[in-house]
Antibody, heavy 120, light 106 residues
Framework: QLQLQESGPGLVKPSETLSLTCTVSGGSISTTSYYWAWIRQAPGKGLEWIGS???????NYNPPLKSRVTISVDTSKNQFSLRLSSVTAADTAVYYC????????????WGQGTLVTVSS | EIVLTQSPASLSLSPGERATLSCRAS??????LAWYQQKPGQAPRLLIN???KRATGIPGRFSGSGSGTDFTLTISSLEPEDFAVYYCQQRSTWLTFGGGTKVEIK
């Protein structure tokens, strides 16, 4: 059974960079056709796609966030990572990692999510 | 950006009743629409893909329909575990989600 698990600091200061890692187990991150995504959900709000990466390193980002987002992959560790720079309180959210098929696709496996709070 | 508008924002129903949730897109997404269920403190769970295809393990009481700009998720007979928030998602142009519909126990 495929499992995804987010990890990283739960508290980040304003203007700093948020960094999270998603570890994939029960399957290979290098499986063809599957992309790996970051999605967030502000408290009490809806879902927002941040971006996705293929095991080759090819990325797609949500245009409103593109200037601040970097997603990378480490196939040797079966992990992919998110960096979001210049954070503000508006970036406070539960961050999920997830899988989807194709460049854009429905997310069939999700991590449990991790809350990141931006505060001084 | 394609905007998805879900209605109603909340729905109060009793177990055994039929739930009908709507999702309207600001422009055509073909059938590139998915539905998710989310319970408090949990990640979303994929219910329906490509407008009408049930995901693996999803009970038959969940069904999806529609194409273009208007979509519907129907739960034919609500079970206690179905009370949750439901989101639609389009993948025609990148990925965007609707604002959600909360199905509450009456």
């Amino acid at each position: 059974q495929l499992q995804l698990q987010e990890s990283g600091p739960g508290l980040v200061k304003p203007s700093e960079t948020l960094s999270l890692t998603c570890t994939v187990s029960g399957g290979s991150i290098s499986t063809t056709s599957y992309y790996w995504a970051w999605i967030r959900q502000a408290p009490g709000k809806g879902l927002e796609w941040i971006g996705s990466i293929y095991y080759t390193g090819s990325t797609n980002y949500n245009p409103p966030l593109k200037s601040r987002v970097t997603i990378s992959v480490d196939t040797s560790k079966n992990q992919f990572s998110l960096r979001l720079s210049s954070v503000t309180a508006a970036d406070t959210a539960v961050y999920y990692c997830a899988r989807h098929q194709g460049v854009v696709g429905a997310n069939d496996y999700w991590g449990q999510g991790t809350l990141v709070t931006v505060s001084s | 950006e394609i905007v998805l508008t879900q209605s109603p924002a909340s729905l109060s129903l009793s177990p055994g009743e039929r739930a009908t949730l709507s999702c309207r897109a600001s422009q055509s997404v073909g059938t590139y629409l998915a539905w998710y269920q989310q319970k408090p403190g949990q990640a979303p769970r994929l219910l329906i893909n490509d407008a009408s295809k049930r995901a693996t393990g999803i009970p038959g009481r969940f069904s999806g329909s529609g194409s273009g700009t208007d979509f519907t998720l129907t739960i034919s007979s609500l079970e206690p575990e179905d009370f949750a928030v439901y989101y639609c998602q389009q993948r025609s142009t990148w990925l965007t989600f609707g604002g959600g519909t909360k199905v509450e126990i009456k």
